[in-house]
């Protein structure tokens, strides 16, 4: 049982995850959209009408949130940070990644044993024909993008992972989503949500304030 | 200029690509929102001014509790990780379990915190509020007292009519079809 969890806590995939700008603010979001709405939903001194109104614009609001952050962050600022990271490191011996979706799959096979590393380059195949040395025409591998630097690594048994230029684009990922979630997230919200709550029929439902300033205040 | 900006690009590139704390990204996002969130409902001109300020505190409050809770918690399951995890896999696991104290704070703890707390919170700002408009309107009056006498208890009690009990029939004696 303890072995198990101690498994768990120090698994690959749960670092990869942790270890991920990206990821992180996406859990995080989702379970944000689980919790707030559903402490609303059990507090029992709310009425049943605000409970549900309250409880959906939250939820709409997190869901907001993760839509701006999906459509934002990666194509954005992460992508900005990668270019802008190859030029501010051109001269510190990084490979010439091609796009960060190459990295990537660079940091993957890092993580793999030597032995399957070497597996996987001499066998993916990248869906484009090249020419042999024969003049055939056979399909290109993986392995055929990558410069003589990234090469030389992945034989490597420990490969550098080039930490600069991941903290460069985990720096991105960390502007981008704070510009986007707290930024820019309500100012979307504020368009979306009161049509998307008039939708579910919440909108009518909600709760009046009491107007205090009408009412005369007979204690003198 | 520009290369003192270059240097610290590198710096923080550098810190962050050998440690990237999960804490990180989600205390900055409450940093800022904490900011943020209130300036914007201040400035929306369609809402109340009171409507807006009551909101306004509310939401500054849930990430003046959140950031504090995200820090702790992630800080302390690091901790835990770091005494209970074998010594080679206390570096990686010490991450996780920040992560899961991370996650754990934004599912229970900041939302049980925030409706535990936010309301008594706003109850006291508000409640002074009106403690204070009262003691504007709290005027004595130096009128003597006219003691009003309730001339009702005196009155005899009579046991009028009422609509759903009255009968014009005679309540006694033999009735055709004894009804």
Redesign the interface.
Known sequence: MIQGI?RF???NS??N???N?NS??L??TT??S???P???LI?N?IENDTKKYAAAKEFLYQATCLLVYAALVVPVFKRGAFK??KK??ADSGIPNFQSLKQYNHYLKLCDSSLNNRQRTLEKEIKGVYKTDSKGNKVKKLVKDEYDEIALNELNKENPDK???????I??G??VG??FG???LA??VS?VFIHPALKFLGLEDKKPK?KNNDTKL?K?? | MKTAI?DK??K???????N?K?T???M??AA??GI??PT?TMM?KKE?P??KKYTAIREGLTELIAIPVYWGLGEASAKI?NKV??EE?KK??A??????G??VA???V???L??AAI?PIMDKFYNNEKGT??KH???K?DAPEIPVKNIYESMPVVNRPSLHTFSNASQYGMKVGGV
Not at chain 1, 162 to 168: C, N, P, R, S, V
Not at chain 2, 12 to 18: A, W
Not at chain 2, 95 to 100: A, D, I, Q, V
């Open positions: 101690a806590l120090t698994s749960l670092n995850i942790t270890s700008t992180q603010v859990m995080e379970l944000k689980i919790g707030r559903g402490f609303i507090d001194d802008l990271a501010v490191f080039f930490t600069d230029l991941k903290g460069a985990e720096f990922n960390i989503s704070v979630l707290a930024i309500p100012q504020h304030t205040d204690t003198v | 270059i690009f590198k923080i590139s550098h810190n962050l690509g050998i990237n999960p990180y990204v989600v900055a996002i800022v929102k943020c969130r914007f929306d109340e009171k409507t990780a995890l074998p896999l990686q696991g991450k996780n379990c920040m992560f899961l991370v996650c934004a599912l229970l900041i939302p049980g925030c409706s309301k408009l009262a309107l709290d005027i009056s």
